[in-house]
C-alpha cells in the first residue's frame, strides 16, 4: 500500500509547528470555507433516542432528495440508481469492486488523485496510467493512445472531472472522445465528479451520465466533501443507470452494514443549501486561483497551468527533487516565520519518476494566507541548495 503523498510529511509539519512555526497548509483539499448552516443545524437539533443504522444503500429519503439535486442539474436518476457511500473513496472501491474480477485492468489519466493507487490494490485491479503533460495543460491524450493501450483485461476507465491534482476541467470534445472508446471496447467509464459545482471562466461541466448511449457504461462517484465543506461527514454516493452494478455494489454495502448515519442527516439537510452559497464560493475559489497561480508563474523557474475547476494546481519547480524540497521547507526552512506544506507530484503518478518536480497545492485558503506562502515559496526557492537552473519557456500552454 503506498503512502499517501498528501499526509505523509505529516510529521514533518508538526515539527515544525512544535518549533514555533506557522504551518501554511496547501498540501491538503480540506477548504476553509463554512460548512452550510442548515447542516450544522441538522446535527445541532437531532431529536432521535437512537442512532441506528440505516439501509445499506442509504435512508430512502436522502436517496431520494439526491436525485431530486440531479435532477435540477440536468442528471435524470431516481434514488434507486444511488448508492451513498462512506465517502467517494467507497464509492470508487465498491464500483471497482463491482465491475472488475482480479487482475482486470483500469486505464487512468495521471496525474491522478494519489488514493486510486491504494482503492486498486484493495481491489485487486490493475492501475495503468495514461500521461497527461504539464506542458500540455494536462490535457487528455488523444484516442490512438487509450487504443495501444487496451488489451483482453482492460475493463475500464477512471477519470476525475474537474480534476485532482491538476483542477483540468475536461471539454465536451474529450467526453465524447472517451465514450467513442468506451462503446469501441464495452468498457465502463467511471467518472468521480466530486468538484462538479466548481467550474470556473465560464465553462460548464458535463456529467457522464448526460452521454448519449452509455446507460450501462457510466458510473459516477460523488461527495458531500467538498461540495459542502464537509470532509469530515464521510458522505458519498455511487450513482448509476447500470441495474447489475448497483445490485452487486449493494452486496458490498451489506456487507459494511451502512453508511453513517449523522453524515446522512447532515448530506440531507445540505441539499437545501441556497444557490448563493455555490456562487460566493466559487467566485472566491476563481479569485484565490488567480493569486495563486499567476504567483506561482511569476516566481522565477516555476510553471504551473491555469486550472480550470476544482481548487488544486500542480506547480513544477526548479528543483531536483520535490519530495527532498517539501521536507526541507518544513524542517530548515521559515520566512516571517512561517513554512509552506505541499504535497509532493511523484505520488500522483503511477509511471515511475514522473512528478519528480512537480507539487500539488489547494488553493482552500483565504487569501492571506495564499500570499505568504508565495512569499515564503519565492524565498526558499532562492535559498534551496537542490534549486536547478532552469528558464522559464514555452513548455506549456497557459489555460490550455
Not at 465498491?94 to 491504494?118: L, Q, R, T, W
Not at 483485461?153 to 491534482?165: A, E, K, V, Y
Not at 527532498?324 to 521559515?334: G, K, P, R, V
Not at 500570499?371 to 534549486?387: D, F, I, M, Q, T
Request: proline share 6%.
Amino acid at each position: 500500500m503506498p503512502e499517501s503523498p498528501i499526509r505523509k510529511l505529516v510529521p514533518y509539519a508538526e515539527k515544525a509547528i512544535d518549533q514555533g512555526k506557522e504551518v501554511i497548509q496547501l498540501n491538503i483539499g480540506q477548504p476553509d470555507i463554512k460548512t452550510p448552516e442548515v447542516a450544522i443545524e441538522a446535527i445541532k437539533s437531532i431529536d432521535r433516542e437512537v442512532i441506528e443504522y440505516s439501509h445499506s444503500a442509504g435512508f430512502e429519503s436522502y436517496r431520494k432528495g439526491l436525485a431530486e439535486y440531479y435532477g435540477k442539474n440536468g442528471i435524470n436518476v431516481n434514488h434507486q440508481q444511488i448508492l451513498v457511500t462512506n465517502g467517494g473513496s467507497e464509492a470508487i472501491t465498491f464500483a471497482m469492486m463491482s465491475c472488475f474480477n482480479p487482475e482486470d485492468e483500469i486505464i487512468v489519466p495521471e496525474p491522478f488523485y494519489a488514493n486510486y493507487n491504494g482503492f486498486a490494490l484493495q481491489a485487486q485491479v490493475v492501475l495503468r496510467p495514461i500521461t497527461t503533460f504539464i506542458a500540455e495543460g494536462y490535457k487528455l491524450p488523444p484516442v490512438e493512445r487509450f487504443r495501444e493501450m487496451i488489451t483482453p483485461r482492460t475493463r475500464g476507465i477512471l477519470i476525475c472531472n474537474p480534476g485532482n491534482p491538476t483542477g483540468y476541467l475536461y471539454t465536451p470534445e474529450e467526453l465524447e472522445t472517451l465514450k467513442q472508446i468506451v462503446l469501441e471496447n464495452d468498457l465502463f467509464l467511471i467518472a468521480d465528479e466530486v468538484y462538479r459545482e466548481f467550474s470556473y471562466d465560464g465553462r460548464e461541466h458535463k456529467s457522464i451520465l448526460n452521454l448519449e448511449f452509455l446507460e450501462n457504461n457510466a458510473i459516477v462517484v460523488d461527495s458531500v466533501s467538498k461540495r459542502y465543506s464537509m470532509c469530515g461527514a464521510r458522505i458519498g454516493a455511487l450513482i448509476t443507470r447500470n441495474e447489475d452494478v448497483i445490485k452487486t455494489a449493494l452486496k458490498f454495502a451489506q456487507a459494511r452494514l451502512s453508511p453513517p448515519t449523522l453524515g446522512q442527516i447532515a448530506g440531507e439537510a445540505a441539499l437545501q443549501t441556497p444557490d448563493s452559497y455555490f456562487k460566493e464560493v466559487g467566485d472566491e475559489y476563481v479569485e484565490r486561483r488567480n493569486i495563486l497561480v499567476n504567483g506561482l508563474n511569476a516566481i522565477d523557474g516555476v510553471v504551473c497551468p491555469m486550472p480550470g475547476g476544482a481548487f488544486y494546481a500542480m506547480a513544477e519547480l526548479p528543483v531536483d527533487s520535490s519530495e527532498d524540497f517539501c521536507m526541507w521547507i518544513l524542517e530548515q526552512f521559515s520566512y516571517k516565520n512561517a513554512t509552506v506544506m505541499m504535497a509532493p507530484g511523484e505520488g500522483f503518478y503511477a509511471t515511475k519518476d514522473l512528478g519528480k518536480r512537480e507539487v500539488r497545492l489547494a488553493y482552500v485558503l483565504e487569501i492571506p494566507k495564499l500570499k505568504l506562502a508565495l512569499e515564503v515559496l519565492e524565498k526558499a526557492l532562492e535559498a534551496y541548495p537542490g534549486r536547478l537552473d532552469v528558464e522559464f519557456s514555452d513548455r506549456f500552454v497557459q489555460g490550455a
